[in-house]
């Protein structure tokens, strides 16, 4: 057991932040009053001087320049026409799966989510066009409703990735290996996707409707020809950062000016859309920043505490597996990812879970990936998950008929932790290229 002190100022401090959050004060804020009040329990140490150091060290980072860059990127391709380029230039390729067009919706999610970096962006770019276009078609609207909620979370997971820049800022390790360890299991997760609907269509013949008339070949890739410059934008990313020829910062600048240009050739960039563009990615941008810092001053306060550390030693006397430990924190970030949204899930917990992580010995990077899929799952877990609350907007469904058509695709993200627990190389693989261990 911990030592009983320790225990009973853990619930103190616990029970403190349950009530501020509770009455509905900013996380951010209700962060910084925990740690407040842990430094005045434990310590002498001068409250002012601690916070402006620990904030000034955790926002003066080159890396979280790229933080609010990817925001940007990601609002101005949400202006842009490319979710109904992206429509029209992956139907004609998809039809011959079963499922047929409800495969858009995984592999247009995909490629947005490579080129925005959120999930509620992705899902809601996507659902405009997709979701009317399949229920016109007579596509059955629980899949496809199911099918873009869990689609939409691919953008958490396939970089560039917002959850993943807080997450590497938070543990304090490479925002471009965390990066490089969310593509496979990006494209693992939407094989899964993808399986499941062919198998749904298989069991349910009658709810997909009949193939459109074959095309040729030149008609489809004149249907696809506007989609190049998107997966130009996507491919340069991808190669600059897997060669290293350019860090994760200077990759969200180089995929903004991509942005502004897609958005330019697509006739939707004018001054209008640029100033809301920019307006929203600096109030996201704010709000993640000022969660960060009081994350990580409540972080600086934890350590004096000896809360941590004291957690970290009875993880070890517990003589836990990996894989064990994995299974406890899997339970408690899903019944988190019920109750808070996916950011605050990182920040609130990293000061207690990082150091039980590295006294089991985890790599950091895996642990990162393995995390943001549990994100994911926020994202379509009631009763706050963003996504639920964007397609029920979109479709004019309640939140119980699309937490009910999600359900499988959360069982699917389950599965895809259980598989990257087991086969832990499909997340270190490439990072391990890259960045060959020594």
Known sequence: MPDISLLALSFVLLGCLVVILATGVWIAVGLGIVGLIAMLLTTNVPVGAVLATTVWSASASWTLAALPLFIWMGEILFRSRLSEEMFRGLAPWLQWLPGRLVHVNVVGCGIFAAVSGSSAATCATIGKIALPELEKRGYDRDISLGSLAGSGTLGLLIPPSIPMVVYAVTANVSVLQVFLGGFLPGLMVMGLYSGYIMIWSLFNPGKIPPRDPPMSFRAKLAASTKLIPCLLLILSVFFALVLGFATATECAAWGVTGALLLAWWSGTLNRKSFIDSLMSATRLSCMIMLILA??????????????????????????????????????????LGCLIDGISMIVLTMVVVLPMIEQAGINLIWFGIYLIIHVEMAQITPPVGFNLFVLQNLSG?????????????????????????????IVLVLPQMAFPPS
Do not use: C, D, H
Request: charged share 10%.
């Open 294 to 335: 009081g994350a990580a001053y409540t972080t600086a306060a934890m350590a004096y505490t000896g809360i941590p550390a004291g957690l970290a030693e009875w993880v070890k006397g517990q003589n836990l597996t990996p894989s064990m430990l994995a299974l406890y924190l899997s339970v408690m970030y899903i019944l």
């Open 397 to 425: 469904r309640t939140t119980y008929e699309v937490s009910r058509a999600a359900f499988p695709f959360f069982l699917l993200l389950i599965f895809a932790v259980f598989i990257i627990t087991e086969f832990p190389q």
